[in-house]
């Protein structure tokens, strides 16, 4: 993984410094709230209902068992005792105070770690597959190409101020995506020319929120010396012509279908063109260096092959075999297996760790590995370079820590928001809702024959919790001071992405998982084998079947929809 | 009027004159743009004192791109300190434009921003009333690395030592 040298070290440490005269300027009276708050933002903090929440960056989602280590150490330190990973690859801390928040990035820095445009409107986290560096199917790892569009927009002088947050995300797989990279606001995904030219495909404008869209591809073959020019002339027309009179109108998203795809581009391609300087083409060598840092490690020979994870799903331990089908990744490296542990495993929000958790994840991250940890999308943490004759051991290990559980891609593996119980954006809790679907739906033979399904919650149209592109997505809403929840289908953040449909009127909170289980049973019933998965059935017979089942007779008259 | 100058706090020689004000006879001048493109020729005729506009956030370079060699001053207005797009609009004056004169920024300027700014090309800054110039110019120097060129565009990595 990326190393800092003495100027990121620097550099981190500098704004730790910075950030504790921003806050004592700040108790001191020297500037008012309303100035102070795009300085906190951008440095990841934000208040929510009952305390500040700092939110702190781990690039792509990678990070060292050193790192998690330190994270512990914050979360006993300074926090309650827990931490939550978030659907962006990073982590949050929920009971931050302010005038500690210098001290915490100041442990931060100490391990190459920062809390740095987490937050604000600006160039937020860089994230990408959580496998980059170990999948089988990509083309090349994206992570270098990561970092280095970490490095140019961390503080980028000209883009510390944008109408509206802005995330950017890699994806280095043909023809599949890891990353989400159509509902961000700029997507990237690493491909070739057909002369064999290593390059990108830009991809502009998705983004959920109130108004979701799915981007549109800006342009389909960029030399990969340009990337960052180019990154360049697509935010400084948004910085631009974004617009600034509302905030519900100023992502990129709504510029470009403002403009058009194809005002846009041209309007990218001019600036483009004015302003592409060679100075900041990137050098072969250059390139090289920073791949250097993600070169795959010396694996010692494993002594055992795919063959063998193929086994052990067929094992006659039927939860171990079913852990190795569900949660085990084959590795670019033979022998080796990347391993999901799911942070839905127990009764805690998804997502959260407690400190002990996190320092024997980091043990294990040691034991079973070279130090590394990844952060998913799916708020769950990967393993990325087990032994593969290692899983039996390390299944026990998971067990013990309450991480094991085999839903990786399952129902139950599903994403939620903090919703009401944490965040004053929101109009309705999701966490108890989440938490009544996981007990409701844990029976493991039952999830394995829904098959890959994903669920995703938010408790407000603000859609931290993604649920226009779930399969299944659930949105929380106030109806006269009282929980009710839309139920929307067909959504999918791969790369067939798509946004979901709400069906119908919107359930109470004591019909909602009714409503989830009849959707599962009309699936069951309908789908023309054990292999045509959920969406496969959703977008073959349409919304229709699904529509009766749930609008139909039943449900409906005991319980009528407001 | 005090304003910061080249990390310097001066007393400044400019006068910001409103569209229906009396133009002084001598002496530098800012004009808002509007005035500027009403009263071009008269502004020009002057014979003592250099000329100043002052742009809106929301126009287009293009509408003063002829008349840089004109102009010894532009000052870039931020409404509030949080609109970003006076840092585009100093840089694209210095670069596309090759702007040698002073890039002041007025409105609601605050110390926070002002290593941004003068990354971007901003050489002068006019602070909201009721800041202490003296703690803003402890600003430029909080963060001594960067990583990518602005006004003076370089790789990421080129900056890096190693990769030379």
């Known amino acids: 993984m990326y190393r800092y040298d003495d100027d990121d070290k620097r550099l981190v440490r500098e704004r730790a410094e910075q950030f504790r005269g921003q806050v004592e300027r700040r108790i001191a009276g020297e500037i008012t709230e309303e100035e102070f708050k795009p300085l906190r933002l951008q440095n990841g903090l934000y208040l929510q209902l009952h305390a500040y929440m700092l939110r702190i960056a781990i690039p792509y989602g990678l990070f060292s068992s050193g790192q998690m280590r330190q994270l512990a150490h914050i979360a006993r330190t300074w926090d309650r005792g827990y931490g939550h990973f978030t659907t962006r690859q990073n982590i949050q801390f929920n009971w931050s105070k302010l005038d500690e928040v210098p001290d915490i990035l100041d442990a931060l820095a100490e391990v190459e770690m920062h809390a740095i445009q987490t937050s604000g409107n600006c160039i937020r986290n860089i994230t990408t597959d959580h496998l980059g560096g170990v999948a089988r199917d990509e083309l090349e790892d994206p992570r270098p190409w990561c970092e280095l569009t970490r490095q140019w927009s961390t503080f980028h002088p000209e883009f510390a101020h944008l109408p509206r947050k802005f995330k950017i995300a890699f994806t280095a797989t043909p023809g599949l995506d890891r990353a989400a990279i159509k509902l961000h606001d700029i997507g990237v995904r690493l491909v070739q020319s057909a002369d064999g030219d290593p390059g990108f495909e830009i991809w502009v404008g998705g983004g959920m929120g109130r108004t979701p869209i799915i981007g549109a591809c800006i342009r389909e073959f960029l030399p990969r010396r340009h990337l960052l020019s180019y990154l360049e002339a697509i935010l400084r027309v948004y910085n631009l012509n974004g617009r600034r009179d509302n905030i519900f109108r100023a992502r990129i998203k709504i510029l470009v279908s403002s403009l058009g795809i194809e005002r846009f581009r041209e309007l990218v391609e001019e600036e483009w063109a004015a302003s592409r300087e060679d100075a900041m083409e990137f050098r072969d060598d250059e390139i090289a260096r920073m791949q250097s840092f993600f070169a795959p490690p010396a694996y010692p020979a494993a002594g055992s092959s795919d063959e063998l994870l193929l086994s052990y799903r067929q094992a006659e331990d039927l939860e171990f075999a079913r852990f190795a089908r569900n949660n085990v990744v084959l590795h670019k490296q033979p022998g080796y297996s990347a391993v999901v542990l799911s942070l839905k495993s127990f009764d805690a929000p998804a997502g959260d760790l407690s400190d002990t958790q996190m320092d024997s994840i980091a043990n294990l991250a040691d034991r079973f590995g070279f130090g590394e940890i990844r952060a998913t999308h799916n708020q769950d943490l990967v393993l990325p370079d087990v032994r593969t004759s290692d899983l039996p051991e390390l299944w026990r290990e998971l067990q013990t820590l309450d991480v094991a559980t085999a839903n990786a891609g399952r129902l139950t593996d599903l994403i939620c928001c903090p919703g009401l119980d944490f965040c004053n954006l929101a109009n309705a809790r999701s966490l108890p809702l989440a938490q009544e679907i996981r007990q409701r739906f844990d029976d493991l033979d039952y999830l394995d024959d829904l098959g890959p399904l994903s669920l995703k919650i938010s408790g407000c149209i603000n859609a931290c919790g993604h649920h226009h592109v779930g399969n299944i997505g659930i949105l929380g809403i106030d109806k006269k001071g009282e929980e009710f929840y839309q139920l929307m289908l067909g959504g999918s953040a791969d790369d067939d992405a798509s946004l979901g449909r709400v069906l119908g009127p919107a359930f109470s909170r004591d019909v909602i998982v009714g409503a989830v289980d009849r959707v599962l049973q009309t699936y069951l019933g309908l789908r023309e084998s054990d292999d045509e998965t959920f969406i496969e059935a959703y977008r073959r017979v349409g919304e229709a079947p699904f529509r009766d089942a749930l609008y139909g007779q039943v449900l409906y008259a005991n319980h009528p929809p407001a | ?164």
């Open chain 2, 1 to 164: 009027m005090r304003i910061i100058r080249q990390r310097e706090i001066v007393d400044d020689g400019w006068v910001h004159v409103a569209t229906d004000e009396a133009l002084p006879s001598s002496g530098d001048v800012i004009v808002p743009l509007a005035r500027w493109q009403s009263e071009r020729e008269e502004l020009l005729a002057r014979t003592t004192g250099r000329l100043g506009v002052r742009l809106p956030n929301d126009r287009p370079l293009a509408e003063i791109a002829a008349d840089l060699p004109r102009l010894a001053l532009v000052a870039i207005e931020f409404p509030k300190y949080r609109d970003g797009r006076g840092m585009s609009l100093a840089r694209l004056l210095r670069q596309r434009h090759g702007f040698r004169g002073e890039i002041r920024a007025v409105g609601n300027v605050l110390r926070d921003q002002m290593a941004y700014l003068e990354r971007c090309g901003f050489d002068a800054y006019e602070l909201t009333p009721g800041k202490s110039l003296e703690s803003a110019l402890l600003a430029f120097d909080e963060i001594a690395v960067t990583y990518q060129g602005a006004i003076e565009p370089r790789s990421v990595s080129r900056l890096r030592g190693s990769a030379g």
